[in-house]
């Protein structure tokens, strides 16, 4: 059974850094496209960012210029380099995989980001 599997959250101080990664634990060929997603409780969850298979990116503008998503094909890996992270930022960080037209898709079970002084 293919499995999304996130990991690198933690807790943070504001204005520090981390990266998350998202790796496919099976072959998934048809869902090329990845997103990054976050929620926190109470609210609905969000797009953070996205990326296409060529490698073409997305990003909501809460995180623009701060947010970085990127992809190693080989690894199977998607990967959400966050800087500048502000206590806003605090949420569980899912990563989807889908195939860009809704019809199929596949989400991780999150790693949560907490970012507090």
């Known amino acids: 059974q293919v499995q999304l599997v996130e990991s690198g959250g933690g807790l943070v101080q504001p204005g520090g850094s981390l990266r998350l990664s998202c790796t496919a634990s099976g072959s998934i060929f048809s869902l090329n496209f990845r997103d990054w997603y976050r929620q926190v409780p109470g609210k609905q969850r969000e797009l953070v960012a996205g990326?296409?298979?060529?490698?073409?990116?997305k990003y909501a503008d809460f995180v623009k210029g701060r947010f970085t998503i990127s992809r190693d094909n080989a690894k199977n890996t998607v990967y959400l380099k966050m800087n500048s992270l502000k206590p806003a930022d605090t949420a569980v960080y899912l990563c989807?995989?889908?195939?860009?037209?809704?019809?199929?898709?596949?989400w991780g079970q999150g790693t949560q980001v907490t970012v507090s002084s």
């Open positions: 989807k995989a889908h195939d860009g037209l809704g019809y199929s898709s596949l």
């Open positions: 990326i296409t298979s060529s490698g073409r990116t």
